[in-house]
């Protein structure tokens, strides 16, 4: 290509100086001596400069233009560049990506934040209930324990523990309750017990709890026992029936009466039946 004087004055400057001034040829594996600029050397380059320029107009003038060829390292240099600005726009897009994946990881850390407070809300609240069950458990286990120790038999004989209820009256009913209660528990199907039903039959009716004295007595007359007590129990059960309303069934206790226990009772107790009768307009 054809170059113009000016256009080539600065690109030449250094190596035409060099060139006029001793014509040495430097290898290219060796490096260049540091060159000392004085006001000497600036004035030779510029002779060299302006004699350059004036033979580049000359080889112009006369239709020989000076053809400038590419230096090889120039051109792998600017290879070397392009690649490497390949790489540069390569490692950019890396670095968007990344850092569009750490926004997404950023907003996914804070969504998992917020996942793990509601977990730990819920978590918390659920030990809450938790311990309150515990709590009630525990309690209930305790209830059942002091149930069960006042369900213990004081004395280990149903003998004992039916004195021991018998030895509260009347000083503690209720506590006498409790323990004709543990007796029927500890000692089932047993004189003791039986006797236990209609001791608690009458604390219960002199409390004027007539229902409940109608299971008490009913429960000591299962079976119809023949001991000494039975009749007159038998006719306080018809007469807690009667004051329920139930005069069917308290006939029906009258009628037990007579087959199973008047031929040995009393005239009083056979006076009571009589007017028990009369109550429930037995037939």
Do not use: H
């Not at 040829?25 to 000497?40: E, F, I």
């Not at 978590?123 to 458990?137: C, G, P």
């Amino acid at each position: 290509m054809t170059i113009k004087p000016l256009a080539l004055s600065l690109m030449l400057a250094t190596a035409a100086g060099c060139a006029l001034a001793g014509g040495i040829a430097v290898s290219q594996t060796q490096p260049l001596p540091a060159v000392q600029w004085d006001v000497r050397r600036l004035d030779t380059l510029d002779r060299n400069v302006r004699r350059l320029e004036r033979a580049l107009t000359q080889r112009n003038a006369v239709g020989q233009p000076v053809l400038v060829e590419s230096d090889p390292e120039v051109v792998t240099l600017m290879g070397q560049v392009e690649t490497i600005g390949r790489r540069l726009g390569d490692l950019e897009e890396t670095v968007q990506r990344i850092n569009g994946d750490l926004e997404r990881a950023s907003f996914a850390a804070d969504e998992s934040a917020s996942e793990t407070a509601a977990l730990r809300t819920r978590l918390d609240r659920a030990e809450t209930r938790l311990k309150a069950m515990e709590d009630a458990a525990r309690v209930a286990a305790e209830q059942a324990e002091a149930e069960a120790e006042a369900l213990r038999s004081p004395t280990g004989e149903a003998a004992g523990d039916l004195a021991a209820a018998q030895g509260l009256m009347p000083a503690d009913p209720a506590g006498a309750v409790r323990a004709y209660e543990m007796v029927i528990e500890n000692w089932p199907d047993t004189a003791q017990a039986r006797e236990a039903g209609w001791r608690l039959g009458d604390i219960r009716r002199a409390a004027n709890d007539q229902a409940g004295a109608v299971t008490a007595y009913a429960q000591a007359l299962n079976g119809w026992p023949t001991t000494a007590w039975a009749g007159e129990v038998t006719l306080k059960l018809a007469r807690a029936l009667v004051a329920t309303e139930r005069d069917t069934q308290a006939c029906g206790a009258l009628g037990e009466f007579n087959r199973r226990y008047a031929a040995t009772a009393s005239a009083q107790l056979k006076t009571i039946a009589g007017q028990i009768r009369t109550q429930a307009a037995c037939r």
